[in-house]
């Protein structure tokens, strides 16, 4: 792919047609005007002809140091004005909101980042990669509930106990059922809806989406069936397929992103050297929108990337976007203790990076670590050396992403830009060695690789699954540590983000399968309990709480 710098022609016409309808002539304001952020002209207020001057300075007609444009034009905070705050300074000018004068970025812009709907294709379109543009920040999320709520919280039902002083105390919490109507079989995600404290989305591995209230057994409401689509074994064969991705857009909450496998019969995987074809496995990351009744219109999907499979194991899993406001994939190796989280002219064994704001349907960050155009590198890829990074979360600008092992050694990792994190050379701290294998496979040199920031042996359990860094106001004592547990033994631990020598803490032993954690929106953390013939017990919603 060709990597550059443009202004799209589609966001130039709607600036003109919007100057069309309001008029461009606009009176320059007298001297001492307040500031207002978003009059990236400085004529004392903000109109059409404001989000013309951001285009002439994103297209170098006039430089940023010689007027307003750049400190005013910068409307999210980024830093630069951009093709984001175009479209916020335009959104502003056909709603018409008092806007009052004052120099805050954050105050004022926030105005102008009002969301829109987006009309979207109703065929989902084929997988392709485009040119870059100047990336979007991502705004504050909108406080307006996307999806029908819950009653409302009674008031001092949900305060917490007594403030221990010091650090956890290992043993010293307990998993508590939240009374949510969640008793579904393979639960695979549970998310915090924007603007409801009581309501959350929960995900079926078979491809249905529901919301439930977490503190009332409401019935649960079904807003998306996939099944009919989704590849998913349901016949007491395990896979890691099916739908096992689901976040919110951050910009707009009316949109979601979903990872499913497909197609839901026949098919066959992708041989090495194969292209392609229309029946070929794939995990398949989509954007759907949620129509005014709350539901997810299926018809609404847009495609955003096929990653290809080659086996039923270590496929694409989790994706979350980033402070940075573009879309990670975390995308397993391909199964079969493949090589190919060593290899980076494909999509496995890797974390993606896509900017799905900028384009359609998607463009190459390009700060991306290994971009190099068309042939050659996967651009898409941020990071890599990965077997099955089911689970990943940021904090603090970090990323923190548990890799399941193999044989002997589950591993969290904190991840960065361009590093590679050893598999299949290595699995945890050592050389990975296969079960039927004498010597490390392939020859073992971990000189380069990125080291784990904790591992455990399979004497703890059988797969690490993560995980979230607790900030919570009930439990003060656990603020800053990483969450996160096994899938196999149902023990949850906890790690201290601020301490980079400091070792987990037990914080309890359960007979739960967790599968995938959430922070609420109140800063509760919970996690959803897997359930099938293989892992039976008491599916739904647990919350880490402290003893009484």
Not at 109 to 136: D, F, R, Y
Not at 150 to 155: K, P, R
Request: hydrophobic share 40%; charged share 20%.
């Amino acid at each position: 792919m060709t990597l550059s710098f443009r202004i799209p022609a589609a966001l130039i016409a709607i600036v003109f047609v919007v100057l069309a309808i309001a008029g461009a002539a606009a009176e320059i304001g007298p001297a001492g005007t307040p500031a207002i952020q978003g009059d990236a002209n400085c004529d004392g207020s903000v109109g059409p002809d404001d989000a013309l001057a951001v285009l002439s300075l994103e297209a170098g007609v006039i430089a940023a140091s010689s007027d307003c444009a750049q400190a005013r034009g910068d409307t999210d905070c980024s830093g630069a004005a951009d093709n984001a705050d175009v479209l916020a300074i335009l959104r502003y000018v056909l709603a018409s909101p008092a806007l009052p004068a004052d120099d805050d970025c954050a105050a004022i812009g926030g105005q102008l980042a009002t969301p829109t709907v987006i009309a979207e294709s109703s065929t989902p379109t084929p997988t392709a990669t485009v040119e870059p543009t100047v990336a979007p920040t991502v705004s504050p999320t909108p406080t307006a509930t996307p999806v029908p709520g819950c009653a409302a919280l009674e008031e001092g039902g949900d305060e917490a106990g007594g403030v221990p002083e010091g650090t956890p105390g290992a043993l010293n919490y307990t998993m508590v059922r939240l009374p949510a109507d969640a008793h579904i079989d393979k639960l695979t995600n549970v998310a915090p809806v924007p603007g409801d404290p009581d309501l959350a989305v929960v995900t079926s591995e078979s491809g249905t989406v529901w919301t439930v209230c977490l503190h009332d057994a409401l019935p649960r409401t079904e807003i998306l069936d996939l099944s009919a689509y989704v590849r998913d074994f349901n016949d007491g064969h395990e896979s890691d397929e099916g739908l096992v991705g689901f976040t919110f857009d951050p910009i707009d909450p009316s949109y979601v992103y979903i990872n499913y496998s497909m197609p839901k019969n026949g098919g066959t995987y992708l041989e090495d050297g194969a292209t392609p074809s229309p029946d070929t496995v794939r995990s398949r990351i989509s954007r759907f929108h949620i129509d005014d009744n709350g539901r997810i219109d299926r018809h609404s999907e847009k495609v955003i990337l096929d990653v290809y499979q080659p086996f039923e194991w270590q496929n694409a899993n989790e994706l979350a976007f980033g402070p940075d406001g573009m879309l990670y994939i975390s995308s397993g190796s391909g199964g079969l203790d493949r090589e190919k989280g060593q290899t980076l002219d494909d999509l496995w064994g890797a974390v993606l990076r896509i900017d799905v704001h900028s384009s359609d349907p998607y463009s190459i960050p390009p700060d991306n670590p290994f971009v190099d155009g068309p042939g050659g590198n996967a651009d898409e890829v941020w990071a890599y050396g990965f077997r099955n990074p089911w689970r990943f979360t940021f904090d603090n600008g970090k990323m923190w992403l548990t890799d399941v092992g193999a044989v002997t050694w589950e591993e969290l990792n904190i991840v960065e830009a361009g590093a590679n994190y050893g598999w299949p050379i290595m699995e945890g701290y050592n050389c990975f060695t296969a079960p039927d294998a004498a010597t490390p496979v392939p020859t073992c040199d971990a000189a380069g690789l990125a080291t784990p920031r904790l591992v455990y042996d399979h004497d703890e359990g059988c797969a690490i699954i993560g995980g979230d860094v607790y900030h919570g106001a009930k439990m003060p004592e656990l603020g800053g540590y990483y969450i996160y547990g096994d899938l196999c033994t149902g023990k949850i631990w906890g790690l201290d983000t601020q301490d980079d020598n400091s070792e987990p803490i037990l914080l309890v032993d359960t007979a739960l399968f967790p599968v995938s954690w959430a922070i609420m929106n109140e800063g509760d953390i919970v996690v959803a309990n897997y359930y099938n013939p293989r892992f039976p017990g008491d599916a739904g919603i647990y919350q880490l709480e402290r003893v009484p």
